[in-house]
């Protein structure tokens, strides 16, 4: 059984059951995860069993009520479970949390019953992945600029166009689409759409070969005429974006958790090696060099940590976080990002190499600063907030 360590007090007051799925994910994670990381990233491999036995573990319908077969935890469980996947290999908690915070939960938050019924069993359990279809190859930051259409066709909605960058978008069965439903509205004329892998004219597109987070496969999705009953529309026609923005919101609590995790595992890497590597005689924690470094990891962490399970336990109070989200995010992703700049830096010439895992922390850390709002748009989220009379 992997050691619970000191950070598992951090700062909040978990309880029993809390610490109880904090144990069960460090354990899967380490023993489950760990031993295949490398493998997964230089193949590219998406590890469809591993996700299977997320699904079983509860872990993959982590804020689905259990009425449509997920496991009713809140926001805290949810980040919980993030970081611990995080520690180890940041790319499978994106799809973790992809896969529960996005196509999943806009269902579970936003689409009626029979939908419900219909699609979050099989999500919730890992029988199906999900995907989420917001970016496109000429939107990013600017999700209002969005060119795929659905257009009205007696009881279907026909669907054109293309997007990118989509997280299982290859492997996910269902996926939630944002289309124009009326030009005219701009943002307002934006509708959600479930569509399942299948559908005659739906696609895969082009696979994208990544930097980092090689593991969560990472694609374009194609839709040429393709007929989606009007039945699968999410909400009303014209919800869309407000919905996807509600979305994005909460996720940025699970990228926040991610950072955390991947800032985490840097630091019990540097804290590691630091005592057996030596140089001029002495081990690299008797240098106040080194010990400056880790002082400031340890220090950052937990006020990323403190500031992005603040968020959580707000979103599962039901109060508003649009603005401790955004800065949660922001500056989690950019703690992480420090840190494993400084965690390269103190393995030295072997940080550079595959054989140790700072390399690829380095490499999946770039993604939280883009992901779910760039950092930019994080900074525009506050300042707005904080200017508003």
């Known amino acids: 059984m992997a050691e619970i360590k000191a950070d598992v007090n951090f700062l ?142 007696g009881d279907f909605f026909i669907l054109n166009g293309t997007k990118a960058f989509i997280t299982h978008g290859g492997v996910g069965k269902t996926a939630v689409v944002l289309a124009i439903t009326d030009k005219s509205k701009s943002k307002k004329g934006i509708s959600a759409f479930v569509v399942e892998k299948g559908t005659e004219g739906f696609s895969v597109g082009k696979k994208e070969n990544k930097l980092g987070m090689r593991a969560s496969e990472t694609t374009q999705l194609i839709f040429e005429n393709c007929r989606i009953p009007a039945e699968n529309l999410i909400g009303n026609e014209g919800e869309g974006f407000t919905q996807a923005m509600k979305i994005l919101e909460g996720g940025r609590i699970s990228i926040a958790a991610l950072s955390v995790g991947l800032a985490q595992g840097c630091l019990d890497a540097c804290t590691s090696y630091s005592k057996e590597r030596k140089q001029f005689g002495k081990t690299l924690s008797e240098f106040q060099a080194i010990q400056f470094k880790l002082a400031d990891m340890t220090s950052e962490i937990e006020a990323a940590r403190l500031m992005t399970f603040k968020a959580a336990r707000m979103k599962d109070q039901n109060k508003n976080i649009l603005d401790i989200a955004a800065k949660a995010k922001l500056f989690a992703s950019e703690v992480a990002t420090r840190a494993a700049n400084e965690a390269v830096q103190i393995f030295g010439g072997y940080g550079f190499t595959k054989d140790y895992p700072v390399e690829k922390f380095y490499r999946d850390v770039k993604l939280l600063t883009i992901g779910e709002g760039t950092s930019e748009v994080q900074r525009i989220v506050i300042a707005r907030t904080l200017l508003q009379d």
């Open 12 to 153: 909040i007051e978990l309880d029993e059951n809390q610490h109880a799925i904090k144990e069960t994910i460090r354990n899967f994670a380490e023993e489950k995860i760990k031993p295949h990381i490398m493998e997964f990233d230089e193949s590219e491999h998406f590890p469809l069993d591993l996700m299977q036995q997320l699904g079983d573990l509860g872990f993959l319908g982590i804020l689905v009520p259990e009425e449509f077969g997920g496991s009713g935890l809140g926001y805290v469980e949810y980040a919980l479970i993030v970081e611990e996947i995080a520690r180890i290999d940041p790319s499978i908690a994106l799809s973790v949390a992809a896969h529960n915070g996005l196509c999943t939960n806009h269902i579970n938050v936003f689409a009626n019953d029979d939908l419900k019924k219909k699609y979050l069993p099989d999500l919730a359990s890992g029988r199906k992945i999900g995907a989420w279809g917001l970016t496109e190859p000429g939107s990013g930051s600017d999700a209002a600029a969005m060119q795929t259409t659905a257009t009205k066709d």
